[in-house]
């Protein structure tokens, strides 16, 4: 068990992951952070990817794993990553809210570029080596909006969808490896990049920012508060313990409700 790091609790209580070595990308804060501290309290060695320096740096120190400051949008940095991975949590995204006759082309480019091509790429790298030891996890967390729709997200629907597409392939090819893939599907999480979206609608339809949790962002979910980074977190390194072999090509809603309507 890594010093210093908090053992797990509940769900993940029986997931022992020593000897495993995971990849978090998107770790320097949010879910991504989360899940670095989650897998590392169940034994896993973690190599935190992050564009943040610091962020990377303070999380990696944090979790006794390594730092790796890359930028996802460049695919031939991709390449450079680690890839002796047990298991890999494709996580990194952000967004960009705009009605589609106005949505720029650059900002859809870079959407897909950080949340599909980057998975691919690393999924792609990584497989070699679980095949060979004839185990992996991988989790992409995905978002509701990997199964539902909202207006003015083209880049970021666009990119959970086809997320939700590679990890269904990545099953299918992966089954006889011993390999599986998973998307987990939250809805708003208390992040930083639902923290902006909060302010910039508070700022945009003149009310405070607690009335745009309850009004605007969760008016869907049955469940009316954010979820926690933690929660998530505690999904992702379920899907690596010992009961979930069986579970593959799924995606598992963490959206209070909000896809049951």
């Known amino acids: 068990m890594t010093s210093g790091i908090t053992p797990p609790s509940g769900a993940t ?3 022992d992951l020593s000897g495993r070595t995971a990849m978090v990308t998107g770790a320097g804060s949010g879910i991504g952070r989360a899940c670095a501290r989650a897998l590392a309290a169940a034994g ?17 120190e944090a979790v006794g794993g390594r730092a790796h400051v890359v930028d996802l949008a460049e695919g031939r940095l991709v390449a450079e990553l680690p890839t002796g991975i047990d298991i890999l949590v494709n996580n ?9 006759a106005d949505f720029p082309v650059d900002r859809f480019e870079l959407l897909q570029r950080v949340m599909v091509q980057a998975p691919f790429l690393l999924i792609r ?24 729709a909202s207006a003015f997200k083209a880049g970021y629907v666009t990119a959970k969808h086809a997320l939700e ?4 392939v990545t099953a299918l090819e992966g089954a006889p490896h011993g390999v599986t893939s998973n998307c987990v599907n939250p809805g708003y999480v208390r992040t ?14 003149g009310i405070p920012p607690e009335q745009v949790v309850g009004e605007v962002l969760l008016s869907r979910s049955a469940i009316k508060r954010l979820i926690e980074p933690e929660e998530v977190a505690d999904v992702a390194v379920w899907l ?11 995606s598992l809603p963490v959206d209070g409700g909000w896809s049951a309507a």
């Open 13 to 15: 209580a029986g997931v």
């Open 44 to 60: 896993a060695f973690v190599h935190v990817v992050d564009l943040d320096a610091a962020a990377a740096e303070s999380v990696a």
């Open 92 to 100: 990194a995204g952000l967004q960009h809210v705009a009605p589609l």
């Open 125 to 148: 790298q990584t497989l070699p080596h679980m095949y060979a030891r004839g185990w992996g996890r991988i989790v992409n967390v995905s978002s509701v909006h990997g199964l539902r």
């Open 165 to 168: 597409g590679l990890s269904k």
């Open 192 to 205: 930083p990049l639902v923290e902006r979206q909060i302010a910039a609608q508070a700022a945009a339809h």
């Open 240 to 250: 690596c313990g010992p009961h979930t072999g069986y579970i593959s090509g799924a």
